[in-house]
C-alpha cells in the first residue's frame, strides 16, 4: 500500500472495534517499529486500545491470528520481519506465513492487517519499520487497512 497512489486510510472510523495485534519478536528494534506504528495508527482511528501479544517468530502468526479472529475480534493486525538469509529457510517461511495469514482471513471471515515484512537485507526492514529515518511505516499501513476492511465488513453484514 505505500507509494504513490496508496490509499489515505488515517480517517477510517475505528471506534468500537476489538482489534489484536500479534507480533513476532525476532528483530526487536524493527518490531518495536512496526508495533508503533499500528499502535499510533489505531489510536488515531478512534480504535480501543489493542491487546498486543508476542509470538516467537513470523511462522506462529497465523495461528495465533486465528484464534483472535475466532474470539469476537473485529481485526487482527499481524506483524513480522523475515530477512533473507544464505538459505532457502527464507522462502519456506515467507510462504508459509503468508498462505496461512490469508487462509485465516478468508475462513473466518475477519481482516488481517498484513504487516509481514519479507526483505533482502536488514537495512530495507529497518526502512519500512516506521521508524523515525524509516521511508514507510508498514505497521500503520497494516492496522488502517485491517480497521478499513472490518468497516467494510460490517456494512455488508
Known amino acids: 500500500m505505500s507509494g504513490h497512489g496508496s490509499p489515505d486510510l488515517a480517517s477510517t472510523d475505528g471506534s468500537g472495534l476489538k ?3 500479534v ?3 525476532w528483530h526487536t528494534v524493527v518490531m518495536d517499529g512496526l508495533i508503533g506504528g499500528a499502535t499510533r495508527a489505531l489510536s488515531e482511528m478512534g480504535a480501543p ?7 516467537p517468530g513470523s511462522f506462529e502468526l497465523a495461528p495465533v491470528v ?7 475480534y473485529d481485526a487482527v493486525v499481524a506483524l513480522g520481519v523475515v530477512i533473507r538469509g544464505g538459505t532457502p529457510h527464507f522462502d519456506y517461511v515467507c510462504a508459509a506465513a503468508t498462505d ?6 478468508l475462513e473466518t471471515g475477519v ?9 533482502d537485507d536488514e537495512s530495507q526492514a529497518l526502512d519500512r519499520a516506521g ?8 505497521g500503520r499501513e497494516a492496522a488502517q487497512a485491517a480497521v478499513a476492511t472490518a468497516r467494510v465488513l460490517r456494512s455488508v453484514r
Open 49 to 55: 486500545e489493542p491487546i498486543l501479544v508476542r509470538v
Open 66 to 72: 486465528q484464534a483472535y479472529a475466532r474470539s469476537g
Open 19 to 21: 482489534v489484536a495485534i
Open 100 to 105: 496461512g495469514l490469508s487462509r485465516v482471513a
Open 111 to 119: 481482516p488481517v492487517g498484513f504487516g509481514l515484512l519479507t526483505c
Open 23 to 25: 507480533a513476532s519478536s
Open 131 to 138: 521508524l523515525t529515518d524509516s521511508r514507510e511505516d508498514k
